[in-house]
C-alpha cells in the first residue's frame, strides 16, 4: 500500500476515534447525573420512612415509576414488611404515604401502572384500565375526567414546591436537612386505627355505598368515646370495631342506606340521611354540616381538637354526567412547619388502608365534605 493511502487511512481511524470519543463522553456524563440524581432521591425516601417510622421497623424494597393519565411523572416507593410512598418528581412532594398499609400497586403483575390521586390506583392490561383495590373498570369517560384531575392535581403541586427537597436533590451535600413535623388526631383515634371489616361493597349498577359505610365509620367512632351510647348505633353492630359485611342485614351502614334513596352520597344529601337515622333512635339535637372543596386547614384542626372526624368526598364528573366517587374519613393530619404542608391522616374504608397520609395538594381529589356536631 503506498504512503498516500497509509495516510489517508491513518486519517480516517483518527476521525473515528475522535467521534467515538465525543459521543461516549456525553452518554457517561448523562449516566453519572442519573445515578447521583437516584442516589438523591434515596436519601429523600429514606429520610421520609425515618419521619413515619421513627422506630425503623420498615425498609423500602423497590422503587417504581408511576405516571398520572397526562404522562406526568410520579415515584412509587414500597417498604417491607408493609407501608408505601407517592412521591410527584417535579414539585418534590410526597402525595400519599403509610406506614401500616401495602402498597396499592403490590399486586399489580404489569410495569404500567397509574395514579389520579387518592383511591386512584390503577393498572393498564389488554388495553383495559382497572383499580388495582376495587377491580372497577374505568369507561372511556372516566379516562378523559381523570385526565383533566390530573393536569389539575399537576398544576397545583408545581403552584406549590417543597424547595427542601428540590434544593436538595441537586446539591451537593448529602446531609438531609431537617424538618419540623406537627401531628393532630382526634382524642382515642385508636378507634379509627383499629376499625376493621367496614363492608366495603359496590351493589351490581352501582358507584358504591362508601358514603353510608364513612357516615357508620363516624357514627360508631362517637359510640365509643361517649362509653357505648346506644343512640349512635346498636351495640349488636359493634363486634370489637368490626362492622361486619354489607350483605349483612343487621349491619349498620345498611341500616344508614334504609334513610336514603339511593346508594350514591353527596355533601348535601348525606346530612339529610344521618340526621332522619338519628332522629329514629332519638337523637334530635345533634347538627350536620357540610361544604364544598376542602375544609379550611384551621377550620378543620379545631374540628378534631373536637372530636370532630370529617368525612371527605371525591368526585370527578364525566362528560356523559357519570362520575367515580369515593368517601373516606379524616381523622387526624401532620402539619410540616417549614414547609407550610399539610396532610390529612385518613380511613379509606377498604381493609388494610385505615391509616394513610394523603397530601392537600391532592385537593382536586376532595369534592365536599360532612361534619356530625352534638
Not at 6 to 14: Q, S
Not at 219 to 247: A, E, P
Amino acid at each position: 500500500m503506498s504512503k498516500k493511502k497509509w495516510a489517508i487511512c491513518l486519517c480516517l481511524m483518527l476521525v473515528l476515534l475522535i467521534m467515538c470519543s465525543s459521543m461516549a463522553a456525553p452518554t457517561f456524563a448523562h449516566s453519572n447525573n442519573l445515578t447521583a440524581e437516584k442516589e438523591k432521591l434515596t436519601i429523600i425516601f429514606e429520610n421520609k420512612l425515618h419521619e413515619i417510622d421513627p422506630e425503623k421497623l420498615l425498609e423500602i424494597v423497590t422503587i417504581k415509576e408511576l405516571k398520572d393519565f397526562s404522562g406526568n411523572n410520579y415515584t412509587l416507593v414500597e417498604c417491607s414488611p408493609t407501608g408505601y410512598m407517592i412521591y410527584h418528581n417535579e414539585s418534590g412532594r410526597f402525595l400519599e404515604y403509610s406506614d401500616s398499609a401495602a402498597s396499592p400497586y403490590i399486586n399489580s403483575k404489569v410495569d404500567n401502572i397509574y395514579y389520579a390521586g387518592p383511591t386512584q390506583y390503577y393498572y393498564l392490561e389488554n388495553r383495559t384500565y382497572s383499580n388495582t383495590i376495587t377491580g372497577n373498570i374505568l369507561t372511556s369517560d372516566h379516562i378523559t375526567t381523570l385526565k383533566e384531575s390530573s393536569n389539575e392535581m399537576n398544576t397545583k403541586l408545581l403552584n406549590k414546591r417543597d424547595e427542601i427537597n428540590l434544593s436538595f436533590s441537586i446539591s451537593e451535600d448529602n446531609i438531609y436537612p431537617s424538618r419540623a413535623i406537627t401531628s393532630v388526631n382526634v382524642g382515642n383515634s385508636q378507634y379509627f386505627y383499629n376499625l376493621i371489616g367496614c363492608g366495603y361493597y359496590v351493589p351490581p349498577g352501582s358507584n358504591g355505598v362508601c358514603g353510608y359505610i364513612a357516615g357508620g365509620m363516624i357514627l360508631h367512632y362517637h359510640y365509643k368515646i361517649n362509653g357505648n351510647d346506644q343512640r349512635f348505633m346498636s351495640s349488636t353492630h359493634d363486634g370489637g370495631y368490626v362492622f361486619g359485611g354489607w350483605n349483612i342485614r343487621t349491619s349498620l351502614p345498611q341500616e344508614i342506606r334504609n334513610f336514603g334513596i339511593s346508594d350514591s352520597t353527596f355533601p348535601q344529601t348525606l346530612p339529610s340521611i344521618m340526621k332522619n337515622y338519628m332522629s329514629s333512635r332519638g337523637y334530635t339535637f345533634a347538627s350536620h354540616t357540610y361544604g364544598f372543596g376542602v375544609m379550611p386547614n384551621t377550620t378543620l384542626s379545631s374540628n378534631l381538637y373536637s372530636n370532630r372526624p370529617i368525612v371527605f368526598f371525591g368526585n370527578w364528573k364525566s362528560p356523559t354526567g357519570g362520575n367515580i366517587d369515593h368517601a373516606f374519613v379524616c381523622y387526624g393530619y401532620n402539619y410540616d412547619t417549614v414547609t407550610d404542608e399539610i396532610s390529612y391522616r385518613v380511613h379509606y374504608g377498604w381493609d388494610g388502608y385505615r391509616s394513610v397520609y394523603v397530601s392537600s395538594a391532592a385537593i382536586n381529589a376532595f369534592g365536599g365534605w360532612y361534619k356530625l356536631n352534638y
